[in-house]
């Protein structure tokens, strides 16, 4: 078996949980500003913060929603995100983190498959929140800002108590490698590695402040943002979406270090002229991650910013990093090396192989931060995680000679639009759910700025049914970044003798019209 271990010397795991580990750091700065809402300023110092986190818990508790419950949390990055967050994790619960740009039958879909109990949501959402609870055992809606501060009790001082290794504190959904999304256990221990990990492999000091509109919904801005920079000695200003001109105001008026970005936001990084119009000088690094961002770019963006470009990888079902890539010794377009306690294998698709060096297969990962597998759904998990605990990640890589990982392919069918995972399964399921379309397939089409773009291809009953009716059609189902952005009206979905659709024969008809 070819192991390709860590280049980091190992990490010892703490027996700790995920908040336990956040305040520990924050014990030792109760007076610094740790969370800044972008658009107002509104700040919260870290004993402020570990107060909110207590109180909240010992209501929550008090009314039912404590030990052993799921909430749901629908809400854009602002700084009660943090405290609610916290708070379920606190008082022994689980949380699940909705997107907040999804439509009411996603949000029933991920609270009927989590049964959650409680929804806790921002006025802007609160109508796709109550419409998204027909049907499920939500007991409650509960609005930030307004009945969230009837939720604040009496303090717990303590942790509840909960089994490190096999409580579920946060369920976050992903694709997987296809079908609708699925709940991704993870564990105390899960979070709190990473956690660890990161802070060592990408080298995190103390004052550190970021300007955080990954979404927190995202295992990307939940981990990286939110969990390490509050344990790791930093502070972040949140931002309820991506504004090009507030986040390079962040970063010039906080002397940030280092911008946690996605390959969209590396393209105006790298060619839009209103960098000019601000210092960002004390920016050393670029760290580029969700979809893989090439070397082209990688390098524009390190020599517009006059810094060093990174990126690295990771899943939902990795919580979410195992690979980043040393400032030290960037390589363009490669997503690094693995994380400390972490190894990797390159597996041959056709025969299970364990391939050398410099050759291209499945990337497998193996370590404490994969995750326990997902809610009930065995099948998806024992064809994701082996018997002896290597995580299938569906993407072809090749690692070079130094150990670092390079992502060639996807083996798996998501799309990567903007960051966002878009599994083809699910907006086919969609379509032709349609009267008029007898069957349906979905493809990503290379993008300069999206990363891949939706398209579709259908087979219609119905003579009249045009594109714009077909979008329209997706658009009253699904989230904006779900919609198709081509609509290509064909005889027949080519498919094999299983029924699988072959999609490379899609992908040749529209690169041979291209």
Not at 16 to 42: C, H, Q
Not at 444 to 458: C, T, V
């Amino acid at each position: 078996m070819s192991i390709y271990p860590s280049a980091f010397p190992p990490i010892e795991l703490s027996d700790v949980s995920i908040t336990e580990r956040v305040f520990a750091d924050l014990k030792n700065r109760p007076d610094e500003i740790v969370l800044t809402e972008g658009l107002s300023g509104r700040t919260l110092t870290a004993a402020e913060f570990m107060q909110q986190v207590k109180q909240l818990a010992g209501g929550l508790s008090a009314k039912g929603f404590g030990a052993g419950s799921v909430v749901a949390l629908m809400a854009p990055n602002i700084p009660e995100y943090c405290v609610i967050f916290h708070a379920v994790a606190w008082a022994g619960g689980t949380i699940t983190t909705l997107n907040p740009t999804y439509t009411s039958a996603e949000v029933r879909h991920q609270l009927q498959n989590s049964q959650a109990a409680i929804l806790i949501t921002v006025p802007d959402f609160l109508d796709t929140a109550r419409a998204g609870i027909d049907d499920t055992v939500v007991q409650d809606v509960v609005v930030i800002g307004d009945s969230l501060s009837d939720y604040m009790g009496e303090s717990i001082e303590q942790q509840v108590p909960v089994d490190l290794d096999s409580h579920t504190v946060v369920l976050p959904y992903s694709s997987g490698t296809t079908g609708l999304p699925k709940g991704v256990m993870l564990s105390h221990r899960n979070l709190v590695v990473n956690v660890d990990q990161i802070i060592v492999a990408a080298d995190l000091q103390p004052g550190e402040v970021a300007a955080a509109f990954l979404p927190f919904f995202h295992i990307y801005g939940m981990t990286v943002l939110m969990n390490v920079h509050l344990a790791g000695g930093g502070a972040l200003v949140t931002m309820p979406r991506f504004d090009l001109p507030l986040f390079l105001q962040i970063n010039q008026d906080h002397k940030s270090r280092r911008m946690w970005i996605v390959p969209p936001v590396a393209l105006a990084l790298a060619q839009h002229p209103l960098i000019d119009q601000y210092d960002l000088s004390s920016i050393e690094q670029v760290f580029s991650g969700a979809a893989p961002m090439g070397a082209e770019l990688s390098n524009a963006v390190g020599k517009r910013l006059d810094c060093v470009s990174l990126q690295g990888y990771g899943m939902t079902e990795l919580s979410p990093v195992s690979h980043v890539s040393y400032q030290s010794s960037a390589r363009p377009g490669s997503s690094g090396v693995g994380l400390p306690n972490t190894e990797c294998r390159i597996v041959d698709i056709e025969n299970g192989a364990d391939l050398p060096a410099g050759k291209e297969g499945e990337l497998w990962v193996k370590g404490p931060q994969v995750m326990q597998g997902y809610l009930n759904n065995p099948e998806a998990t024992a064809a994701t995680i082996t018997p002896d605990g290597w995580l299938r990640t569906g993407d072809i890589a090749v690692i070079d000679a130094d150990g670092y990982m390079f992502i060639v392919d996807r083996l798996k069918e998501l799309i990567k639009f903007k960051g966002f995972q878009v599994a083809p399964a699910e907006l086919e399921a969609t379509l032709v759910s349609h009267a008029g379309i007898a069957d349906a397939a979905v493809i990503g089409l290379p993008d300069k700025e999206a990363g891949e773009l939706p398209i579709a291809f259908i087979v219609s009953t119905e003579k009249t049914l045009g594109e714009e009716d077909v979008k329209a059609f997706l658009s009253e189902t699904l989230s904006s970044y779900k919609q198709v952005h081509q609509v290509h009206f064909v005889e027949s979905i080519p498919k094999s003798a299983s029924g699988k659709i072959l999609r490379r024969l899609l992908r040749d008809q529209i690169m041979a019209k291209n």
